[in-house]
C-alpha cells in the first residue's frame, strides 16, 4: 500500500511523504503545510485542490527547491527514488526544469519583460543542453509556440511578453515547461484571472502538452470544476493537510469529507434547474493558532465532541483507495447534496450530536 491509500503499480515517478513546511512570522510558527504526503506515477494527473492558504502552492514549491531560505522543511521528497530535499543546487539544477518542470500562477511575472519570448524558450532549451546551438535552439523554441497554438510562431518568437495576451503568456509558460520533454510538470492554478473560454484552451493546451512529453502532472487550483475533465485523482487540502484523497468519481460524487462537499457545493450546475449555490460559512483557521482537534470544526455542520478533541488521521473509507480525514464520514455515504448538509438551521447548531 502506497502512502496515498493506493495499492503499489511499482516505483513512482513523484514520492511525498510526511512533508511539513513552517515559516517564522511575528505572531509565531506558521505550520504552512502538516504531513502532506502523496504519489504520481508516469501519465497521472493528480488535481490539489482547496482554498486560497491551505498550503497547495508551498508544498509544490517545496517539492521544487524554491521556498525562502527562512522556511524549515521537514519530511521527504523522492524524484524516481532520489531524495531532493537537502539536495545540493548544483545537482537539484539537473532535475529542476529538466526532469521535473512547474508552471507558475503568473505568467507576467514568470517571463523576464526584457527579453523576447523566443529568447527565453531556447534559453531554457539551452540551459539543460549547452551543446545545442543558438540556431537549434531558436528553431525549437518557434516549434513549441506551434504546438501550444501560439499563431504565427515564426514572428511571434520575436515578440516581448507585454504584447502577448493573458491567454498567450500562459501557453507561452507551458511551452517553456515542455521545452525539455520532463517526467513531471507541476501547474500552479493555471487558469487563474483568465475569462472561461481562455480558461478551456489553457486546459487543452496542457492536455496536449501532456500528451506530447508523456509527463506525469500535478495541477493545483482551487476550482473543482477545472479538474472534472483533466485529472485522474483530486487531492483536497484544507489548513495544511490532506483531508481527502480519491479519484474524480469517488470525490465528485461520493465525498467522505464535509469540506469536500462544501466545495462541491460552491460551484454551480448546469443539470439542476433552479439550484442555489451552498457556500461555507466561515473562514479558514489561522495556521499560526490551529484550534484542538478537527480544523474544519468551527465550520462544520456535522461537528461532533470528537471533533473538537482529536484530529481526525487521513484513513481508509468504504474504498482503499479513497481516504478521508472525518470522524463522521460514514454520515456522507449515498447520496448526500450539499444542500441538506450546509443548510442554514445547521450550520447554526454548534455542535449535532
Known amino acids: 500500500m502506497t502512502l496515498d491509500g493506493r495499492a503499489g503499480t511499482g516505483e513512482p515517478l513523484l514520492e511525498v511523504a510526511d512533508l511539513a513546511v513552517d515559516f517564522p512570522s511575528d505572531d509565531g510558527v506558521v505550520h504552512a503545510v502538516r504531513g502532506l504526503s502523496f504519489t504520481v506515477e508516469r501519465g497521472e494527473v493528480l488535481a490539489i485542490v482547496g482554498e486560497s492558504g491551505s498550503g497547495k502552492s508551498v508544498s509544490c514549491l517545496a517539492v521544487m527547491g524554491l521556498l525562502p531560505k527562512n522556511a524549515r ?21 539537473q532535475v529542476r526544469g529538466r526532469k521535473v518542470a512547474m508552471i507558475f500562477q503568473d505568467p507576467m511575472t514568470s517571463l523576464n519583460p526584457v527579453y523576447t519570448v523566443g529568447w527565453q524558450l531556447a534559453e531554457a532549451v539551452r540551459a539543460h543542453h549547452p551543446d545545442t546551438s543558438a540556431r537549434q535552439a531558436w528553431s525549437r523554441a518557434v516549434d513549441l509556440l506551434e504546438l501550444v497554438n501560439i499563431p504565427n510562431p515564426q ?45 478551456a484552451q489553457v486546459l487543452e493546451t496542457l492536455e496536449a502538452a501532456q500528451q506530447e512529453t508523456q509527463a506525469a502532472m500535478v495541477l493545483i487550483t ?36 464535509p469540506y469536500t462537499l462544501g466545495l462541491l457545493g460552491s460551484l454551480p450546475r448546469l443539470d439542476i434547474e433552479g439550484e442555489t449555490l451552498t457556500p461555507i460559512s466561515g473562514a479558514p483557521p489561522s495556521l499560526v493558532n490551529l484550534p484542538p482537534g478537527c480544523p474544519f470544526s468551527p465550520r462544520c455542520p456535522l461537528v461532533a465532541e470528537v471533533c473538537l478533541e482529536e484530529e481526525p488521521p487521513l484513513d481508509m473509507t468504504s474504498s482503499a483507495d479513497h481516504l478521508a480525514a472525518c470522524h463522521r464520514w460514514r454520515e456522507l455515504e449515498g447520496e448526500v447534496a450539499a444542500t441538506d448538509v450546509f443548510a442554514p438551521s445547521a450550520t447554526d447548531d454548534a455542535v449535532i450530536p
Open 73 to 93: 522543511i521537514d519530511g521527504s521528497v523522492r524524484y524516481r527514488g532520489t531524495e531532493l530535499l537537502g539536495m545540493k543546487p548544483k545537482l537539484l539544477n
Open 155 to 199: 514572428s511571434r518568437a520575436k515578440n516581448y511578453p507585454h504584447e502577448f495576451s493573458g491567454g498567450m503568456r500562459q501557453r507561452a509558460v507551458i511551452a517553456m515547461a515542455m521545452a525539455n520533454d520532463p517526467d513531471i510538470i507541476i501547474a500552479d492554478e493555471p487558469t487563474t484571472a483568465l475569462d472561461v473560454t481562455v480558461q
Open 222 to 257: 482551487h476550482d473543482l470544476g477545472v479538474v472534472a475533465g483533466v485529472a485522474d485523482r483530486v487531492l483536497v487540502m484544507y489548513a495544511g493537510k490532506p483531508v481527502e484523497i480519491g479519484t474524480v468519481d469517488e470525490v465528485f460524487y461520493e465525498p467522505r469529507m
